[in-house]
């Protein structure tokens, strides 16, 4: 089954720098790969996801970046701020309707 | 956007007794509903995928007659933890695929619920 793997586990910035989170899946057949941020006690809530058909998409201070041949997608927040603090979890599944494979989540602190 | 609730928010039971959880999709039918259980301080770990009208199919190392799922209508499905013991304590959350008017299916996912088992 698919596995999803996510690099740092924790990510320390000071505001306004960039934060980049980087994750590898294993199935080749996942197409669709979004990225969630959740606060304690909170559900996850989507901030950008990325389909296999395009590279990279832009939304704002974030993107995300899709490279299928190595199996790696990453998420990059430019101009970081302090409620950007939260832990950012990449995930991948076929199509978005079925089963979603979570990483292990990066916890992010923007220090002012 | 579609809205996932469950059911009940929080809930704290002795050792031994079952707990059922409700998920519910309010504005939208879903045939699959999937839920994951997460500790604190880790990932959403999934535990199975419900499906209306036949058998949920769970991952490798849920114990499928601990965690009894049913998918009874197109908008609920219900999880109940059976038997439970402490080491069940967790935060289950449960999510439902809707599709867009492109065609494209999205999660959306429930507030969650906080199970604590004295």
């Known amino acids: 089954g698919e596995n999803v793997e996510q690099h740092p586990s924790t990510l320390s910035v000071q505001e306004g720098d960039s934060a980049v989170i980087k994750c590898t899946y294993s199935?080749?057949?996942?197409?669709?790969f979004p990225w969630y941020k959740q606060e304690l006690g909170k559900r996850p809530q989507l901030i950008i996801d990325?389909?296999?058909?395009?590279g990279e998409k832009k939304d704002q201070r974030i993107a995300v970046t899709l490279n299928k041949t190595a199996k790696h997608f990453s998420l990059h927040i430019t101009e970081t701020q302090p409620e950007d603090s939260a832990v950012y979890f990449c995930?991948?599944?076929?199509?978005?309707?079925?089963?979603?494979?979570f990483g292990a989540g990066t916890r992010l602190f923007v220090k002012a | 956007g579609a809205v996932v609730s469950q059911h009940p928010s929080r809930v704290i039971c002795k050792s031994g007794t079952s707990v059922k959880i409700e998920c519910r999709s309010l504005?939208?039918?879903?045939?699959?509903m999937f839920w994951y259980r997460q500790f604190p301080k880790q990932s959403l770990m999934l535990m199975a995928t419900s499906n209306e009208g036949s058998k949920a199919t769970y991952e490798q190392g849920v114990e499928k007659d601990k965690f009894l799922i049913n998918h009874a209508s197109l908008t609920l499905s219900t999880l109940t933890v059976t038997s439970a013991h402490p080491e069940d304590s967790s935060f289950y959350i449960c999510s439902a695929p809707s599709r867009s008017g492109g065609g494209t299916d999205t999660q959306y996912f429930g507030p969650g619920t906080r199970l604590t088992v004295l």
């Open positions: 995930a991948a599944s076929i199509g978005g309707g079925f089963k979603t494979i």
């Open positions: 504005d939208f039918q879903a045939t699959t």
């Open positions: 990325i389909r296999s058909n395009v």
């Open positions: 199935d080749s057949a996942s197409n669709y």
